[in-house]
């Protein structure tokens, strides 16, 4: 791993020393998602899993002992995250985002922080086992995650898809009773059972989600300087200290070097 430049020194030229000089990292994030990054009323901020990496970054940029103010965490929907990186609303995205070939031409990708599984949530009452037993139901996801193109394919046709701007959105409909179940990564299930604990998550993994920190893609030297950061916090453990703390359970193993995990790898 080449060895990271000191903070506040940081190399001619790169972008990093293009987010120096502006003084402040810019970082789109959730708010609404449990445990990764949401809104914390108590503090008036933004707090989670993924704010702790970005702030990793930030301080890899300007010093341990950086200010608040040098790192600006803007609140996104899925739908904005490759369309702010392109217009430089942003530098950099912490926003669950799943590295696959479709993203991969927009954005560029770091190494593998987190894997996440993509699961159904449904009532406690239901008696469903799985998204084949929901023929004829509606189920909601995020109109452009990668739960959406699992329900488009042809094995669940008899699934009706109900696509959704907000993650949180699908909550409120599984709620109501306009859907009868919500495929997304299990990361995001875990907030809304604990949300609405009459909920529950079916054991099938339709996928693996394996999340990477997103930025321009012209931006190759920012993606090898995050991924150092994210090498270094992985070996030290503190990515997993992290995780554990804000989910309380343990973390699904990453590779420290940036493997991107086999999707026969799902349980």
């Given at each position: ?62 010093g341990p002992g950086m200010r608040p103010k040098q790192l600006k965490l803007l609140a996104i929907v899925t739908a904005q995250r490759s369309?702010?990186?392109t217009s430089g609303k942003v530098d950099l995205v912490a926003d669950a985002y799943t590295v696959n070939c479709e993203h991969k031409k927009?954005?560029?990708?770091s190494q593998v922080y987190l894997l996440a599984h993509q699961r159904l949530l449904v009532r406690s009452d239901s008696t469903a086992k ?138």
């Amino acid at each position: 791993m080449r060895p990271l430049p000191d903070p506040q020194h940081m190399p001619k030229g790169s972008y990093m020393a293009t987010v120096a000089k502006q003084g402040y990292l810019v970082v789109g994030v959730d708010q609404n998602t449990a445990g990764l990054a949401s809104y914390d009323p108590a503090h008036k901020q933004i707090v989670g899993f993924e704010v702790d990496i970005a702030r990793w970054v930030a301080q890899a940029i300007f010093g341990p002992g950086m200010r608040p103010k040098q790192l600006k965490l803007l609140a996104i929907v899925t739908a904005q995250r490759s369309s702010f990186l392109t217009s430089g609303k942003v530098d950099l995205v912490a926003d669950a985002y799943t590295v696959n070939c479709e993203h991969k031409k927009t954005v560029r990708f770091s190494q593998v922080y987190l894997l996440a599984h993509q699961r159904l949530l449904v009532r406690s009452d239901s008696t469903a086992k799985g998204l084949k037993d929901l023929a004829d139901r509606r189920v909601c996801a995020t109109a452009t995650g990668t739960a959406m193109a699992t329900l488009n394919q042809p094995e669940y046709h008899a699934v009706v898809p109900v696509p959704v701007v907000a993650r949180t959105d699908c909550l409120v409909a599984l709620e109501t009773g306009d859907v009868e179940g919500i495929l997304t990564d299990d990361t995001f299930l875990y907030g809304f059972q604990k949300d609405d604990p009459r909920t529950k998550i079916l054991s099938p993994a339709y996928s693996n989600e394996p999340y990477g920190l997103a930025t321009n893609l012209g931006h190759r030297e920012f993606v090898q300087f995050v991924n150092g950061v994210l090498k270094s916090h992985c070996k030290s453990g503190e990515l997993q200290r992290s995780y554990e703390h804000w989910f309380h359970s343990p973390m699904a193993p990453v590779s420290c070097e940036g493997a991107v995990p086999s999707p026969s790898a799902a349980p």
